[in-house]
């Protein structure tokens, strides 16, 4: 079976019951999904980056981010005290594990804490936006935009891209970006028309293009992270797209962005 088609039928597998879950199951339900993403993610991520982040520390993030999600579960706003943990406790670990001739030497600290922040603190974003008025419809009209900007960028590049658009991914053209971020807007007015009536079509379009260009550099960045540690993918968890991180990236830098237009509009 080509790449092509173990890519159309990983998407045909996994969108509906993600949709479904979006749309119908508890909110609690949904977090939980998003926590497996979250702990998914961060293992590739881990496991991609160098120098390696030690075994202990890992284990330690981890139950962070555990704590984290299950806190919006159980305990509401209690989340807002576990971040600086994530930063506390590999720093402390660092310096306690460290060589006595040289305790300044640090042992994937760093690495470890860039993580969760760059990780679990968007996907916790996208928790919280799901709680929000008409939340269910957000978290949806993020998906599509992005999504859609992903799979228009990849045909579009495969088809028309002569121009490459960056040195850290040679598979990404101009072409594929203009293509993706046509299909961002695309969608994006089209789902704000439907479903967002009382919003103006500039403002939901101009949301969408923020959106897809913030979904792209987040491409780009695990792109620099892949091109480190030379490797293609962060991992095989999805047939013809590679791990769940490479599936998510561009969704991790856009989901601030939405989070931060519906703050304002609640203060408006």
């Not at 597998?13 to 339900?29: D, E, K, N, R, W």
């Not at 939980?32 to 982040?53: C, G, K, W």
């Not at 008409?134 to 990849?154: H, I, P, Q």
């Amino acid at each position: 079976m080509s790449t092509h088609m173990k890519r159309v039928l990983t998407a045909l597998i996994t969108i509906p019951p993600f949709i479904g879950i979006i749309c119908f199951a508890p909110l609690y339900v949904l977090t939980l999904l998003i926590t497996v993403v979250a702990l998914a993610s961060l293992h590739e991520f881990y496991r991609m980056i160098r120098p390696p982040v030690q075994k202990a520390l890992m284990f330690i993030t981890y139950l962070l981010s555990v704590s984290l999600f299950s806190s919006l579960i159980f305990m509401d706003r209690f989340y807002v005290a576990i971040f600086p943990l994530f930063v506390m406790i590999p720093l402390a670990y660092t310096l306690f594990s460290s060589r006595r001739n040289n305790p300044m030497k640090g042992d994937g600290a760093g690495l470890t804490i860039v993580g969760p922040f760059y990780v679990c603190l968007p996907l916790m974003l996208l928790a919280l936006i799901a709680r929000l008025p008409e939340g269910t419809l957000w978290v949806l009209y993020l998906l599509a935009v992005v999504f859609a900007g992903d799979t228009a960028s990849f045909y579009v590049g495969r088809r028309f891209g002569k121009h490459r658009l960056i040195h850290v991914s040679p598979g990404k053209t101009w072409e594929g970006t203009a293509g993706g971020l046509l299909a961002n807007t695309a969608i994006g007015g089209i789902f704000g028309s439907l479903f967002f009536p009382s919003l103006s079509l500039a403002s939901i379009m101009v949301l969408a293009i923020s959106i897809g260009i913030s979904g792209q550099i987040g491409d780009l960045v695990e792109s620099l992270f892949k091109r480190r540690s030379d490797l293609k993918d962060s991992g095989t968890l999805l047939p013809g797209h590679g791990g769940l991180l490479d599936r998510i990236d561009g969704l991790l830098f856009a989901i601030p962005v939405l989070y931060l237009y519906l703050g304002f509009r609640l203060l408006l």
